[in-house]
C-alpha cells in the first residue's frame, strides 16, 4: 500500500463521502447563498434607481431654474421700459429670489442624492458584513469539528490574549 497510489476502495468511499458532501451543500447550501445574492443584487438596482430617479429630479429643477431667470429676466425688460428708477430694484429682487430658490432647490436635490446614497452603502455594508459573518462562521464551524482542534485553538486564543493585556509593574 503506498501513499501515492490508494486502494480502489478507500477510493470509492472517498468519492461516495464527496458526492453525499456536494449533493447536501447542493441542496441546501447553494440555493441560500444565491438567493442571498440575488437579494442583494435587487437592492443595489434599487438603490441605483433610486439614483438615477433623484438625479433626473436635479436634472428638473435646474431647468425650472432656468425658466425662473428666463422670465424674471423677461419681467426685467417689461419693467424697464415703464420705469427706469423701479426696475433696478425689482429686477435686483426677482434675480435675488431666483437664484435662492435655484440654490435652494438644487441643495435640497443634492442632499437627497446623497442620502439615498448613504442608505444603499449602508445597506450593502450590512450585507457584506452579513455575508461575511455567515462565511467565517461556516469556516469555523468546519475547522473545528474535533475536540483537539477546538481545545487548541482556545488555547491559541488564551496565549494571545495574555500577550496583549496590558502588564503592570508591581
Avoid: H
Avoid at 501513499?3 to 464527496?18: A, I, N, V
Avoid at 415703464?82 to 437664484?99: L, V
Wanted: proline residues 2%; glycine residues 6%; aromatic residues 4%.
Amino acid at each position: 500500500m503506498s501513499l501515492l497510489t490508494p486502494e480502489l476502495g478507500l477510493l470509492f468511499w472517498m468519492l461516495l463521502s464527496f458526492l453525499i458532501v456536494f449533493g447536501v451543500l447542493a441542496k441546501f447550501g447553494f440555493p441560500v447563498i444565491t438567493g442571498m445574492v440575488d437579494k442583494r443584487r435587487d437592492r443595489i438596482e434599487e438603490g441605483l434607481l433610486a439614483a438615477k430617479e433623484a438625479t433626473e429630479r436635479l436634472q428638473g429643477v435646474q431647468q425650472e431654474a432656468e425658466k425662473m431667470l428666463a422670465e424674471a429676466q423677461k419681467k426685467q425688460s417689461e419693467i424697464v421700459a415703464d420705469a427706469m428708477a423701479d426696475s433696478r430694484r425689482i429686477i435686483e429682487g426677482a434675480r435675488q429670489k431666483a437664484e435662492a430658490e435655484a440654490t435652494a432647490r438644487v441643495e435640497a436635490a443634492l442632499s437627497q442624492i446623497e442620502i439615498e446614497k448613504q442608505k444603499a452603502l449602508g445597506e450593502l455594508r450590512r450585507e457584506v458584513a452579513m455575508l461575511s459573518l455567515d462565511v467565517a462562521e461556516k469556516v469555523l464551524r468546519e475547522k473545528m469539528k474535533d475536540s483537539t482542534a477546538q481545545a487548541g485553538y482556545i488555547e491559541r486564543l488564551i496565549a494571545e490574549a495574555e500577550d496583549n493585556s496590558p502588564k503592570t509593574n508591581a
